[in-house]
């Protein structure tokens, strides 16, 4: 049974996450020693965390990076606290989500769920199959899919080589040249013209998942990837 471990120093609000959670036949476990959290969750060994940031002790951004040493499973943030800055020290510290208070329980349970999906059901890669992720952007080169919450947008294959290269290069530029020699076996044969049309196809997909200006062009030099598309996980 899927495990979702609630880590909520309300206890209120804690059981009511718990009663609700397993309405919809999850396992929702709530922490019992706020000293020992990530004790409790090696020996648990859930899917899913939901995180409170102010906590006894430490707070959550630390154990979230403790949590991160062990596990790579989704952990989502659940706080008051919902200031940008929040949010990045929250992803940042190896978060998938942050979800701020006061919620609705169902905003939650979606978010529960498509985590769930990504993590370990359609989305979730094959045993040898490549993810490439940048800030809850995922890649999957081998099935030429883009997606991004619960947006998915096909790709060519010279769609997939050009992301794949901004990606894995972010925040570095990616020369003209590199881009090409990626894309062709030979360039001599390739019209410039060429290498721009395909940077605009790439864009555009980025536009049907919700992303806007997220490859820079650098006059002179080539291409950047850009995070413009903030917290849509």
């Known amino acids: 049974m899927t495990t979702i471990f609630i880590v909520e120093d309300d206890p209120k609000l804690a059981e ?6 397993e309405k919809y036949g999850y396992r929702a476990v709530i922490v019992k020693d706020f000293e020992h959290v990530l004790d409790e ?3 648990l060994n859930p899917q899913l965390v939901l995180l409170d940031v102010n906590l006894p ?3 959550g951004y630390y154990w979230c990076r403790q949590i991160r040493k062990h596990s790579t499973c989704p952990i989502l943030f659940i706080s008051a606290r919902a200031g940008e800055m929040d949010q990045i020290l929250g992803l940042e510290n190896g978060a998938d989500d942050y979800i701020a208070k006061p919620f609705h ?3 939650v349970m979606a978010k529960i769920r498509s985590h769930l999906r990504r993590n370990y059901g359609d989305y979730a890669p094959k045993a040898d199959e490549r993810i490439i992720q940048q800030d809850g952007l995922a890649l999957y080169p081998e099935r030429m899919e883009l997606v991004l919450g619960e947006k998915m947008v096909s790709l060519t294959k010279k769609e997939a080589v050009l992301i794949e290269e901004l990606v894995k290069r972010y925040p570095r530029i990616v020369s003209r040249d590199r881009l090409l020699e990626n894309l062709w076996d ?4 390739v019209d410039d013209n060429t290498l721009n049309v395909n940077i605009t196809r790439v864009r555009k997909k980025f536009q049907d998942l919700g992303i806007e200006d997220a490859i820079e062009t650098v006059r002179g030099a080539g291409y950047r990837l ?4 903030g917290n849509e996980k």
């Open 226 to 229: 850009v995070i413009t598309w």
């Open 186 to 189: 030979d360039q001599v044969y």
């Open 105 to 107: 329980y169902d905003v």
């Open 57 to 59: 002790k430490f707070d």
């Open 41 to 43: 969750f090696i020996q």
């Open 16 to 21: 009511l996450l718990q009663r609700y959670i």
